[in-house]
């Protein structure tokens, strides 16, 4: 072959930036050890089953930005979180992609997976180890998109990641996706959170059967919590800017803060407690952190929900119970069938 020296030039170049790389990754192992990181890629099969990940959509052939190719479908282990080579891949081939990168002939297009705005290598964790290596802004990839609710980005830690779980899980027993598709994130600073807002549907469950003197599926609980309870007090607090106060929180947190709230007035006060809805406990949150509240939220009238935490923890409790029992009944309906 004519470029067959060039070729070998080429391959003995990918043999020293290989070396180079591979101490890379040692001394990010040895930071990332040090500072109780992980320096691994993700796992995509690990990602798939925490955010339960089922549906697939292949999207074709595109040009993807190298940094945001944050994971691989089976060898996360053998590359650093930027992709560098550790000491089980192999040497020799690594030099041949490289070496092959820089030919007249180039390398074919990779595939990927695609969650949110993150991608997960299932065929080409060589060609995306030396495109990092050389600066490459992007490469061309076949892309299959797995559609998701959860803002996976890159730069997410294992804890965001564990934090994504949990509100996935949230999503599944309330099938918000499907019942309300293009429902406002109910993203939590706290993860352990989620049980108190399944526990308010739970709630707002037991109110609307014991209303229609029938059983309520708990999706259709769900939805109508969601356009009846949160939704409006969401509603409250983007009028009023309420979150440009509070960097830290989302609309998530704030809600539960309100409900919280009059709570805890309600324990302690009962029916003489002075704020009962919504609209009154904004006006305590802001006025608790000494900001200008708003003369038009001192004129707003709503109703609002309030739970006590042995109400919600309880409901949560009896919800899944009846499930449990509805799940074993139909085992006992098979077997006599059979």
Do not use: C
């Not at 020799?92 to 990927?112: C, T």
């Not at 965001?160 to 918000?176: C, G, I, M, R, V």
């Not at 939805?223 to 960097?247: F, G, M």
């Amino acid at each position: 072959m004519s470029d067959r020296p060039e070729f070998e030039s080429h391959y003995a170049e990918g043999l020293n930036l290989f070396s180079n790389a591979r101490r890379q990754a040692f001394w990010q192992d040895m930071l990332s050890l040090l500072r109780g990181q992980s320096a691994e890629l993700l796992s995509f099969d690990d990602v798939k089953a925490r955010l339960r990940l089922r549906e697939e959509s292949y999207k074709g052939l595109q040009n993807v930005p190298v940094e945001k190719i944050v994971g691989s479908v089976g060898r996360y282990k053998d590359f650093s979180r930027n992709f560098l080579p550790r000491g089980s891949t192999s040497r020799d081939r690594w030099s041949r992609v490289y070496a092959q990168a820089n030919s007249m002939q180039g390398l074919p297009p990779i595939e990927l997976y695609k969650v949110g705005d993150a991608y997960f290598v299932r065929d080409g964790n060589h060609r995306v180890s030396v495109a990092r290596q050389v600066g490459a802004e992007t490469i061309e990839a076949h892309v299959t998109e797995l559609p998701t609710s959860i803002q996976l980005e890159p730069g997410m830690t294992l804890q965001d990641l564990n934090d994504a779980s949990a509100y996935a899980a949230f999503l599944e027993e309330t099938n918000l996706d499907d019942t309300r598709p293009h429902h406002q994130p109910l993203e939590l600073t706290e993860a352990s959170r989620y049980s108190d807002l399944l526990g308010h549907i739970y709630v707002h469950r037991g109110l609307l059967e014991h209303n229609r003197g029938a059983a309520v599926e708990i999706e259709e609980a769900a939805a109508d919590w969601y356009d009846n309870v949160y939704r409006p007090a969401v509603t409250l607090i983007r009028k009023y800017d309420v979150l440009e106060h509070s960097a830290d929180r989302t609309e998530a947190d704030l809600y539960l803060w309100l409900v919280d709230h009059l709570r805890e007035l309600r324990d302690e006060f009962g029916e003489e407690a002075r704020s009962r809805s919504f609209s009154d406990a904004l006006v305590d949150f802001l006025t608790e952190r000494k900001i200008a509240v708003p003369k038009d939220l001192l004129l707003e009238k709503d109703d609002s929900v309030m739970l006590t935490k042995t109400q919600v923890m309880r409901a949560v409790q009896l919800g899944r119970q009846r499930e449990q029992q509805g799940t074993d009944s139909d085992d006992d309906n098979d077997d006599n069938e059979r």
